[in-house]
């Protein structure tokens, strides 16, 4: 597929998307990851958390790999740092995911084109809770 960069591309994404698996998910209220997963469930999202260190998250079973997930899963959206990202970039690939977006600050131009080269939209270095409020101006 393609970088998504356009308001236009991001805004498709968003609306199309029903199930946003979300790796580094903390269950830590005061976390940015913990946040993002709060306004995404209020927002009508179904919100998988991905992290092999804890049971639970607001109210949702955490998974501790994509590879665990059920069913189709629509967005991958990344809490790591830029060096860990390949590997969750190659289990997006393999679940089928149709998207990955890394968080702002997490840049992997590597993860990024084999992503596009496997057909996964990327959305990369941008908030998705940020993007959806100012494109959908929710609150």
């Keep these: 597929m393609s970088r998504l960069t356009t308001d236009e591309q991001l805004k498709n994404l968003l609306e199309t998307s029903k199930r946003i698996a979300i790796v580094g998910l903390s269950n830590k209220p ?6 993002v997963a709060e306004y995404l469930l209020n927002q009508g999202y179904e919100v998988i958390p991905v992290n092999p260190t804890i049971n639970e998250v607001l109210g949702k079973k955490a998974v501790g790999s994509l590879k665990e997930i059920e069913g189709q899963v629509d967005i991958v959206d990344v809490f790591r740092r830029p060096d860990q990202v390949m590997p969750i970039v190659e289990e997006a690939v393999e679940i089928g995911a149709k998207a990955i977006w890394l968080q702002l600050g997490v840049v992997n131009e590597e993860a990024a084109n084999f992503a ?11 908030c998705i809770k940020i993007e959806h409020k100012r494109l959908f101006k929710s609150e």
Excluded: A
Excluded at 30 to 35: G, H, N, T, V
Excluded at 116 to 126: A, H, I, P, Q, T
């Design 116 to 126: 596009s080269e496997k057909g996964l939209n990327v959305v990369m270095d941008k």
């Design 30 to 35: 005061e976390r940015d990851s913990y946040k």
